[in-house]
């Protein structure tokens, strides 16, 4: 019996154990998804980093700088300068105009190419200046355009927002890789449901920082000493006030604390800091693009989605094609049964990781 026992303590330990690594992996693999920079360049920049950005910046200096129309909400978008793909997916699906009238202002989240990037991506500053003279929505810093920079990126444009947008009630933080449902983002922040005393999104709690050097989202142990990550939130889309943000961009500014995994320094150790509180509303989110395709399908059936967040797996255009079917079926769909969801219907097929397209998306729930 005893040993019995020992066994089965054995067992719940390994379990539990690669519960959670599958959980990392899951994420980390997940955020592949976002800039697309080379392996090489980062881990260059991984042993150099400590050194190079040991100071937080909201006092980045500003290249190019854009005005602030939002009334309502500020959108932030997080975005890779040599890659205007996903940019152009987002103009289109919502334009400067249908935003404005929403009481939304959109702004994208930019750092500098050095040579050897523009060479790669065949994208000049003159071409982001051209970009930010047509649109009016470029917010530029000077700072490379980096993985590990990417917290430079994430603080500039809180604090951009902040001093910026007088009187907006909040502030959206995206990554430009994200699919979403303005309409359904603005019905929930209107049906206030949400305190504004907190940070709104996708929660993550007991992720544990990776410490394989080949993995993009490797942190040594000078970058973060400890074994686990604070609680925080995804910064595929998260949403707060500027009161809230303004708090950790101050912080931020002051501290001599820096990690440059934007989404753990900023709403995890800032935000554990300064108490602010987390608010999960992760049911409106998927991790997996396909699902989006099924909730498109519902438009025939009238059919609202459940999900409003969510990958767009590498396909810039299912930005457009999502916010159509959004669009239709705010003014025309109903709500779905509890077990006609999205996410109980959807058949997805079990899809082998590729680890170099970054294309893995699945549901960690659905694997174990
Ligand atoms: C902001 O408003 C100004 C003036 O109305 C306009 O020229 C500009 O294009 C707008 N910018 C965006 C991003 O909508
Ligand atoms: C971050 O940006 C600064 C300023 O351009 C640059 O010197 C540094 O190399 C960048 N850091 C990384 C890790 O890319
Ligand atoms: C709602 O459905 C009607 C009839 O199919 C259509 O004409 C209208 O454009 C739809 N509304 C939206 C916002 O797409």
Same mark, same amino acid.
Request: one cysteine or more; charged letters at 25%.
């Given at each position: ?21 599958? +959980?990392?992996?899951?994420?980390? =693999? ?22 190079? =950005?040991?100071?937080? /910046?909201? @006092? ?10 939002? !009334?309502?909400?500020? *959108? ?18 919502? !334009? ?11 702004? +994208? ?50 604090? *951009?927002?902040? @001093? ?9 933080? =995206? ?28 929660? =993550?709690?007991?992720?544990? %920082? ?25 910064? *595929? ?9 303004? *708090? ?33 509303? /992760? ?27 969510? %990958? ?40 082998? %990781? ?15």
């Amino acid at each position: 019996m005893k040993t019995g026992k020992h066994e089965l303590q054995v067992w719940v330990l390994i379990a539990a154990w690669l519960y959670r690594m599958h +959980f990392v992996i899951f994420i980390f =693999m997940e955020r592949d998804l976002q800039v697309q920079i080379s392996k090489k360049t980062n881990l260059i920049h991984s042993q150099t980093a400590k050194k190079v =950005m040991d100071k937080s /910046s909201g @006092n980045t200096r500003i290249i190019i700088k854009p005005s602030c129309n939002a !009334t309502y909400l500020i *959108w932030i978008v997080t975005s890779y300068a040599g890659d205007p793909s996903a940019r152009s997916a987002l103009r289109r699906a919502y !334009t400067n105009e249908e935003l404005q009238t929403l009481g939304i202002g959109r702004v +994208f989240l930019l750092g500098t190419l050095n040579d050897d990037a523009k060479d790669r991506t065949h994208v000049s500053q003159k071409a982001l200046l051209d970009e930010s003279r047509r649109f009016g929505d470029i917010l530029q810093g000077n700072f490379l355009d980096t993985y590990r920079n990417l917290t430079h990126k994430h603080l500039m444009g809180l604090r *951009w927002a902040i @001093n910026n947008c007088e009187g907006v009630k909040y502030i959206m933080k =995206m990554d430009d890789d994200i699919v979403v449902d303005i309409y359904g983002i603005l019905e929930k922040l209107h049906s206030s449901v949400i305190e504004k005393d907190s940070l709104i999104g996708y929660s =993550m709690r007991n992720m544990i %920082p990776v410490r394989e050097l080949a993995n993009k989202w490797y942190a040594s142990k000078m970058e973060y000493a400890g074994n686990i990550y604070p609680d925080f939130i995804s910064g *595929w889309l998260y949403v707060t006030s500027p009161q809230i943000a303004n *708090w950790l961009t101050n912080y931020a500014e002051t501290s001599s604390k820096y990690f440059w995994i934007d989404d753990v320094f900023v709403t995890g150790i800032l935000r554990k800091d300064l108490n602010i509180k987390i608010r999960d509303i /992760s049911e409106i989110y998927t991790t997996d693009y396909r699902y989006l395709e099924c909730c498109m399908k519902g438009r025939t059936n009238l059919l609202k989605c459940e999900f409003l967040i969510g %990958p767009n797996g590498g396909d810039a255009e299912l930005q457009v094609r999502f916010k159509k079917f959004a669009k239709f079926c705010h003014a025309n769909c109903s709500m779905r049964d509890e077990n006609n969801l999205v996410g109980k219907t959807c058949v997805v097929a079990y899809k082998k %990781p590729q680890l170099h397209k970054g294309t893995f998306q699945i549901n960690p729930i659905k694997i174990l």
